[in-house]
């Protein structure tokens, strides 16, 4: 039979066969029985219906089983491609999920975050870790300014106009005097920093500035706090802007740093009454460091003040020279190293509280004693209004308290001392006019020293003072800003000294925020 293979035979068992090949055949194949011609399966070996042994066709064999192949084949791919659409479907919704996440504009409410309250007290009192670390700018560019701690504010408006106002010196007079000196002094600046000691301009009589012109570290020391005390600095705002001065100043402080002796802190050489220069110096440079916050600027006035510390002398006060052992320690060379350490102390730069101690009592000794430092009930011309003002002045600075006797003594004293001038004095500076001795009663120097104290001090005799003294320096400034006058010191120190020193006057009702102890320093044994 070479066309049929009958299943009957042992060897090659159609079971055996259907069951070793179930990969390839499917038992629900139908196949036609060869002996009733009814329809069976084709793993069938006997027919359902007849009982016959079936006999099959290799060909129908093959046929099934490439048919059977093809189907299963068929369904792998279509399970393949099905996996493959569900795979596709997955991937696309987190690709969506995705975009619709995270892809939105670059704008935030903060509807969706708790609130932070800045002022909530912190429960341990120690800031969260995240608050410890450094803040680092986002932005490349430009940086945020530098944070800096900054004290003396009060001299910028909007505060200082509130001071002016308060303490009377809200009249724009007192800004268009003040305007007109600073444009004067900045006219006159050299080109090393610092200001000439002579009369300005050139061809009126020089007096005796030819002889202290080693006194110029003291007078650009006076006029860069005449900058300083209206909040002129080199420093850039947040917004960009520079300061109308801001090159003046910085040109300023310069020279001033020239001139100090990096080891020691001194300003100036060792000459003449060179305490003078190093206190001028250091209230200016301590000033600038406050009102900046420089780091540098104030480890230089520290120790600036350090090397007055170190000279004050047995008695309490300073002398000329800076000899501490001597006994000729000075009422003017004192005051100015009382303000330079005051000014330390606002700017939280370290000063002994006994360093204060020992100059009040220096400076109530000299008021209660006639000697030749100082005489309260005597006169000795012009000089003793300036006296007077500087003990006012610097007595209140150390904590004394406006109750004293002393101290309202000294305010009556000083009335009788405003000066008096005519308008057109400071328009027609001539040290020959005949007028020369009359107009010599108006003394910067002494103004500078006793408006200060009469401030410090308040009350009536402030309010008097203010008004009349003020006037007379309104009707003093030259055309040009400046301000020239015939006193002694005005010859000796020039014209930007004087001017400096007018400015400061004019600044007193917000330059200094002073407030005087309500206590007395106690009065050692001996007074």
Same mark, same amino acid.
């Given at each position: 039979?070479?066309?049929?293979?009958?299943?009957?035979?042992?060897?090659?068992?159609?079971?055996?066969?259907?069951?070793?090949?179930?990969?390839?055949?499917?038992?629900?194949?139908?196949?036609?029985?060869?002996?009733?011609?009814?329809?069976?399966?084709?793993?069938?070996?006997?027919?359902?219906?007849?009982?016959?042994?079936?006999?099959?066709?290799?060909?129908?064999?093959?046929?099934?089983?490439?048919?059977?192949?093809?189907?299963?084949?068929?369904?792998?791919?279509?399970?393949?491609?099905?996996?493959?659409?569900?795979?596709?479907?997955?991937?696309?919704?987190?690709?969506?999920?995705?975009?619709?996440?995270?892809?939105?504009?670059?704008?935030?409410?903060?509807?969706?975050?708790?609130?932070?309250?800045?002022?909530?007290?912190?429960?341990?009192?120690?800031?969260?870790?995240?608050?410890?670390?450094?803040?680092?700018?986002?932005?490349?560019?430009?940086?945020?300014?530098?944070?800096?701690?900054?004290?003396?504010?009060?001299?910028?408006?909007?505060?200082?106009?509130?001071?002016?106002?308060?303490?009377?010196?809200?009249?724009?007079?007192?800004?268009?005097? #003040?305007? +007109?000196? =600073?444009?004067?002094?900045?006219?006159?600046?050299? %080109?090393? $920093?610092?200001?000439? &000691? /002579?009369? #300005?301009? +050139?061809? =009126?009589?020089?007096?005796?500035?030819?002889?202290? %012109?080693? $006194?110029?570290?003291? &007078? /650009?020391?006076?006029?860069?706090?005449?900058?300083?005390?209206?909040?002129?600095?080199?420093?850039?705002?947040?917004?960009?802007?520079?300061?109308?001065?801001?090159?003046?100043?910085?040109?300023?402080?310069?020279?001033?740093?020239?001139?100090?002796?990096?080891?020691?802190?001194?300003?100036?050489?060792?000459?003449?009454?060179?305490?003078?220069?190093?206190?001028?110096?250091?209230?200016?440079?301590?000033?600038?460091?406050?009102?900046?916050?420089?780091?540098?600027?104030?480890?230089?006035?520290?120790?600036?003040?350090?090397?007055?510390?170190?000279?004050?002398?047995?008695?309490?006060?300073?002398?000329?020279?800076?000899?501490?052992?001597?006994?000729?320690?000075?009422?003017?060379?004192?005051?100015?190293?009382?303000?330079?350490?005051?000014?330390?102390?606002?700017?939280?730069?370290?000063?002994?509280?006994?360093?204060?101690?020992?100059?009040?009592?220096?400076?109530?000794?000299?008021?209660?004693?006639?000697?030749?430092?100082?005489?309260?009930?005597?006169?000795?011309?012009?000089?003793?209004?300036?006296?007077?003002?500087?003990?006012?002045?610097?007595?209140?600075?150390?904590?004394?308290?406006?109750?004293?006797?002393?101290?309202?003594?000294?305010?009556?004293?000083?009335?009788?001392?405003?000066?008096?001038?005519?308008?057109?004095?400071?328009?027609?500076?001539?040290?020959?006019?005949?007028?020369?001795?009359?107009?010599?009663?108006?003394?910067?120097?002494?103004?500078?020293?006793?408006?200060?104290?009469?401030?410090?001090?308040?009350?009536?005799?402030?309010?008097?003072?203010?008004?009349?003294?003020?006037?007379?320096?309104?009707?003093?400034?030259?055309?040009?800003?400046?301000?020239?006058?015939?006193?002694?010191?005005?010859?000796?120190?020039?014209?930007?000294?004087?001017?400096?020193?007018?400015?400061?006057?004019?600044?007193?009702?917000?330059?200094?925020?002073?407030?005087?102890?309500?206590?007395?320093?106690?009065?050692?044994?001996?007074?």
């Amino acid at each position: 039979m070479k066309d049929e293979i009958r299943l009957s035979a042992k060897p090659f068992s159609f079971s055996s066969f259907i069951l070793h090949h179930s990969s390839f055949h499917s038992e629900t194949d139908p196949v036609t029985c060869n002996n009733c011609g009814n329809v069976v399966k084709l793993r069938s070996e006997f027919c359902p219906i007849c009982g016959q042994r079936m006999v099959h066709s290799m060909d129908d064999i093959i046929a099934s089983s490439h048919d059977d192949a093809a189907r299963r084949h068929g369904d792998a791919l279509i399970g393949k491609f099905r996996a493959g659409i569900a795979a596709l479907l997955i991937l696309f919704s987190v690709v969506l999920g995705v975009i619709l996440l995270y892809d939105k504009k670059l704008t935030f409410d903060g509807s969706a975050l708790p609130a932070f309250q800045a002022n909530a007290p912190i429960a341990s009192g120690v800031p969260g870790e995240s608050l410890e670390k450094p803040y680092v700018d986002p932005r490349p560019l430009p940086p945020l300014p530098t944070p800096v701690v900054r004290v003396m504010g009060h001299r910028l408006d909007p505060v200082r106009a509130v001071l002016r106002g308060t303490n009377g010196g809200g009249a724009r007079e007192f800004d268009a005097a #003040i305007k +007109g000196g =600073l444009q004067f002094l900045n006219k006159w600046q050299e %080109k090393d $920093g610092g200001w000439p &000691v /002579s009369i #300005i301009p +050139g061809q =009126l009589p020089q007096g005796e500035t030819a002889d202290f %012109k080693w $006194g110029r570290v003291g &007078v /650009s020391s006076l006029v860069l706090l005449a900058f300083l005390g209206d909040g002129h600095t080199w420093i850039s705002e947040a917004n960009g802007t520079r300061d109308t001065y801001a090159e003046t100043v910085r040109r300023g402080i310069a020279f001033l740093l020239s001139a100090q002796d990096p080891v020691t802190g001194r300003f100036g050489a060792i000459k003449r009454e060179f305490m003078y220069n190093h206190s001028m110096a250091t209230l200016a440079l301590v000033e600038a460091a406050a009102l900046t916050g420089d780091v540098e600027l104030k480890t230089r006035a520290t120790k600036a003040v350090e090397f007055l510390i170190q000279v004050q002398t047995t008695q309490g006060g300073w002398e000329y020279y800076g000899r501490t052992e001597s006994d000729l320690a000075d009422i003017s060379s004192s005051a100015w190293p009382v303000q330079a350490l005051a000014a330390a102390r606002e700017a939280q730069i370290a000063v002994p509280d006994e360093a204060f101690s020992r100059v009040l009592q220096f400076y109530r000794k000299s008021t209660q004693r006639d000697r030749a430092i100082y005489r309260l009930t005597k006169d000795d011309g012009v000089y003793l209004p300036s006296r007077s003002g500087m003990v006012l002045m610097s007595r209140l600075l150390c904590g004394e308290s406006t109750t004293e006797p002393d101290i309202a003594a000294l305010s009556t004293k000083l009335l009788g001392f405003v000066p008096k001038v005519k308008p057109d004095w400071g328009r027609s500076w001539n040290p020959k006019a005949k007028d020369a001795a009359d107009r010599a009663a108006f003394n910067p120097y002494m103004l500078y020293f006793c408006t200060y104290g009469m401030f410090f001090a308040g009350g009536k005799e402030w309010t008097e003072w203010n008004d009349k003294t003020s006037r007379a320096i309104f009707d003093m400034q030259d055309n040009d800003g400046a301000w020239r006058a015939n006193d002694v010191f005005s010859g000796q120190g020039g014209t930007c000294y004087s001017t400096a020193m007018c400015v400061l006057s004019l600044q007193v009702h917000h330059r200094i925020v002073h407030s005087v102890a309500s206590k007395s320093t106690p009065r050692s044994k001996d007074e």
